[in-house]
């Protein structure tokens, strides 16, 4: 049996979190030494001002909305093909989610459909990075800036990935980066903000921690905040997987070079697409498209039979039930979206995947297709 995924934990990790458990100091309100030390290397390696870690990246989400001011009512342009915490969080908001269809090849959203979307009830744009590729950010910050609109990134699936040259998450006025173990480092949960702006890093520290405020008084609450801290036994694990992510992300490219050199010759499929503007992929996941003739429930199933698990990335969020009985969606409404959920399948892919594990992956697949 493969896993479909897998994260890369070693001894530093366990010695670590070790250090942590003997010192006593298990979580803090303003932000406790390992999670100090894990946020700076964060801000060093993708030359953000400020990172703020959170218990998760939908928690970091959320915080962002409500740093860049987005209130009830306000719309939020996003894309329907994603996973779901980067629609929940504008409703948590009590803000609009405004779809936009996406790029058939890069899976992102299509920049040259946001204007149509914009109302004077809009407040930002929050583009995913999805599997890793960087959004076409230039003329997403330009349209941004045009209609005074926040931006914040979904780069959840994309630390370490660049577009043109600088790094995802670091380009809008907000990113956020998660560190769930599927990941591309992991903390258990977890999630982390970038900014470089002053007056928001200040106010998600406040908001992560009950709404106090800095003077650390601890039982004054200046707003309305949450419990979204991250723990010191998780800041240790993410600040392990940090000295080695060169490493992590070179795996990861290795093992999608393996599957890009096997599956090359299969004309029922379509491989991953590199933008030119994607200056490095972070390789969350590697996700092939099926040809249209071909039954993904089959080879699903006869995969799974053989020990091989996939996962049909991403199912569009406005035909999820929760969203049709509460938002007038139809099917046709966001047709590439629907087109490209139908046909996609993750493979088992992680960077401690071996190149005989690649090598059955891809043996089977073909045989399934034929
Ligand atoms: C994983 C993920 C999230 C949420 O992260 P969690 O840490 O699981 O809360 C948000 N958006 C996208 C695109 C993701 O892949």
């Not at 910050?141 to 577009?163: F, M, Q, R």
């Not at 039979?305 to 966001?334: C, K, V």
């Amino acid at each position: 049996m493969i896993p479909m995924s897998s994260p890369d934990i070693g001894d530093r990790e366990v010695d670590l979190v070790s250090f942590v458990i003997r010192s006593g100091v298990l979580a803090s309100g303003s932000g406790g030494p390992m999670l100090r030390r894990f946020e700076r290397m964060i801000e060093d390696f993708v030359g953000a001002k400020h990172a703020i870690g959170v218990s998760s990246g939908t928690a970091g989400l959320h915080l962002a909305l409500l740093a860049a001011g987005i209130r009830p009512g306000d719309e939020v342009i996003t894309t329907p093909f994603s996973f779901i915490a980067s629609t929940n969080c504008i409703l948590y908001a009590a803000a609009l989610p405004i779809f936009v269809d996406i790029h058939p090849t890069t899976f992102n959203i299509d920049s040259s459909l946001i204007e149509d979307a914009i109302t004077p009830r809009t407040k930002a744009i929050l583009p995913v990075h999805i599997f890793h590729q960087p959004c076409n950010m230039d003329t997403i910050l330009a349209i941004a800036k045009e209609h005074s609109l926040a931006v914040i990134e979904d780069a959840c699936e994309a630390l370490g990935a660049t577009y043109k040259n600088s790094q995802a998450g670091t380009l809008g006025d907000l990113g956020v980066y998660a560190f769930y173990p599927n990941k591309i480092i992991t903390t258990g949960e977890g999630g982390m903000i970038v900014t470089d702006n002053d007056d928001y890093a200040a106010l998600l520290r406040s908001l992560r921690n009950q709404g106090r405020d800095d003077s650390g008084t601890w039982l004054s609450h200046v707003r309305l905040g949450y419990n979204y801290r991250m723990d010191e036994m998780s800041a240790a694990i993410g600040l392990a997987q940090m000295e080695q992510l060169e490493t992590l992300l070179a795996k990861r490219e290795q093992v999608a070079r393996w599957y890009t050199e096997k599956l090359g010759e299969l004309s029922s499929i379509t491989l991953p697409w590199t933008a030119q503007s994607t200056t490095r992929n972070s390789w969350w996941v590697y996700v092939i498209r099926l040809h249209p003739s071909v039954n993904r429930r089959r080879v699903t199933e006869s995969l799974s039979d053989l020990g091989i698990p996939t996962r049909p990335y991403f199912p569009p969020i406005h035909l999820q039930p929760y969203m049709l009985e509460r938002f007038a969606y139809r099917s046709g409404m966001f047709p590439v979206t629907e087109r490209v959920g139908a046909s996609t399948l993750a493979l088992p892919f992680s960077s401690i995947m071996s190149k005989q594990q690649v090598e059955f992956v891809c043996a089977n697949l073909e045989e399934v297709l034929q």
